[in-house]
């Protein structure tokens, strides 16, 4: 039975000799008992509301290649019952299994969701990196959508797009438009209760015609999904520039003729996976990690030792990472000048080296060159991923902050790596919690009162662009700067009163009050706490 339902048992069985094969299976006992369940005939366990038990059961069908069960619970996964509970975990599931139209069906669902509110029940030990791809699929299909809904409206007739309520068209246009807005899914627009809604009131004759409306429908649902099939993403700006500065050619580190010469002596050999052989001594590596210490405190065993040839008692030892990234690591603890490090494609495999070899001295002197501007400040999310990784708590803090004044809607996949969702989600949830105590400082007084004359007043202008600053970067440096302000005086709006009413002397200044209260707000402002404890 196991033969015919998978081709790994079939192998694995025939190269077993003994009375009762043994196969050990690397899974709960459960889980195996399930996916026999399934390979049985006429056996359809119920896996329930229990989708950790599901997935486990689906992980060992794709592990054994079972492929009639892994098909039934292919379609099991994307079920409307599964799709409402479980949409992110299903969409990182399928994606890791290569299920691309199971992917495409869970990240549509997920449309319904505001993924900086995700709870940790719905995304479960999945990776930030797969919600940063939904983020990034969120924004483009709610533009796709929207684009999609500009083709219905420019097929009405020209009365009705300048008449929203006049027809129903031109209202499921207005309602949609603002549904897509808050869900980037067709789901709601095209389902029956949408769509039946607001049908009593008026009609145009010519657009709300039975006919024409089912086909344009039609129309719509078609262009909506295309753009679904589209295979080629846009990408924000600033993960192309990401993708280009990880691929450009790394500039060489300068390095002096002194330490060319430096790993040439040594009692032991490191070999790096590139055969390199760096010579070192073994005092400096013992004293500069536990690692080490405890390597070299194991009996070495030397079987081939030449007495005529004492370069063959050099002990060597092999290591997995490039002769490059060795070399930097080593400078950091040698007593020789330190490397410097540009970009994070330099800096990320030494700081890997030294987390294993538990080098903590280099280790701090990395998460050092990580606080510089041109990493922290270029990609704040990425040093946050970085310091959960290896454990720099003090790090993690500092970039938290950072993370504030960089749009998070706009992260990058390469600068998530290594990052769980959940710890994503808790910059998002941050960010969000900041905004909210922002907004409620900000509008917590009324702004000081416009011009008399033109009720035109610069501080309500400012409050409008703050508050939505603020949603995307909750920091106090932006909106009270000094550019921010001054857009906030409309030159042309002021000119444009004076057509309407006259020349007056206006009121719509900055004045020592308009200066108090700014420098009150940003008081407050700056009192909230600005990190998150890792
Ligand atoms: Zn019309
Ligand atoms: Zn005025």
Redesign the pocket.
């Known amino acids: 039975m196991l033969k015919r339902a998978s081709p790994v048992f079939a192998s694995s069985l025939s190269e077993l000799t003994a009375e009762i094969p043994l196969i050990h299976i690397d899974a709960e006992g459960r889980t195996i008992d399930m996916l026999l369940q399934y390979i049985y005939p006429d056996c359809r366990p119920e896996v329930g509301s229990d989708f950790d038990a599901f997935l486990a059961v689906l992980q060992l069908a794709v592990v054994y290649q079972v492929g009639h069960v892994m098909q039934i619970l292919r379609k099991m996964l994307v079920t409307p019952e599964m799709l409402t509970q479980f949409p992110i975990r299903i969409y990182a599931a399928a994606t890791r299994w290569r299920f691309t139209a199971e992917a495409e069906i869970a990240a549509e669902a997920t449309g319904r969701l505001d993924l900086a509110r995700a709870s940790e029940k719905e995304v479960g030990n999945i990776s930030a990196t797969d919600l940063v791809k939904l983020m990034g699929r969120h924004v483009r299909r709610k533009s796709d959508i929207l684009e999609a809904l500009k083709g219905w409206k420019s097929s009405l007739c020209k009365t009705c797009q300048s008449m929203p309520g006049d027809s129903w068209s031109m209202r499921y246009y207005v309602r949609a438009v603002d549904e897509v807005k808050k869900h980037p899914a067709t789901d709601v627009i095209f389902s029956e209760e949408f769509i039946n809604q607001e049908t009593g009131k008026s009609n145009c004759p010519e657009c709300d015609n039975y006919f024409v409306l089912s086909q344009r429908l039609k129309d719509l649902k078609q262009a909506a999904a295309h753009s679904m099939r589209r295979q080629s993403p846009s990408y924000s700006r600033k993960s192309v520039q990401s993708t280009v500065s990880t691929i450009a050619p790394i500039t060489p580190i300068p390095s002096t003729p002194q330490l060319e010469n430096i790993f040439s002596e040594g009692d032991c050999i490191l070999r790096s996976i590139d055969s390199q052989d760096i010579r070192v001594y073994r005092r400096i590596l013992i004293e500069a990690s536990m690692f080490w210490k405890h390597l070299f405190s194991l009996p070495q065993s030397q079987p081939d030792v030449d007495p005529a040839d004492p370069e063959s008692a050099v002990p060597i030892v092999d290591c997995t990472e490039r002769g490059r990234t060795l070399k930097l690591l080593l400078q950091l603890i040698y007593p020789v000048p330190k490397p410097k490090f540009r970009t994070f494609a330099q800096i990320e495999p030494v700081l890997e080296a030294a987390h294993k070899f538990e080098m903590d001295a280099a280790l701090q002197h990395l998460a050092g060159i990580l606080r510089e501007a041109h990493f922290i400040q270029l990609d704040p999310v990425r040093v946050y991923a970085l310091a959960c990784r290896y454990d720099l708590p003090e790090l993690a803090r500092l970039s938290s902050s950072f993370t504030l004044r960089s749009d998070l809607e706009q992260t990058a996949e390469e600068s998530v790596f290594g990052l769980s969702a959940i710890s994503f989600l808790r910059l998002l949830q941050f960010r969000d919690t900041r905004a909210a105590q922002i907004t409620a400082i900000l509008t917590e007084r009324a702004p000081p009162s416009p011009?008399?004359?033109?009720?035109?007043a610069w501080a309500s202008n400012w409050l409008r662009l703050a508050l939505e600053e603020v949603c995307r970067r909750p920091v106090s440096d932006t909106i009270f700067g000094l550019s921010f302000v001054t857009k906030s005086f409309d030159v042309e709006q002021?000119r444009r009163?004076f057509d309407r009413i006259g020349y007056?002397q206006?009121?719509?200044i900055f004045n020592i009050a308009d200066h108090d209260w700014l420098q009150e707000l940003k008081k407050k402002i700056d009192m909230l706490p600005e990190s998150l404890d890792p």
Do not use: F, Y
Not at 451 to 456: A, D, G, L, R, T
């Open positions: 011009c008399e004359q033109c009720k035109i002021v009163s007056h206006c009121n719509n």
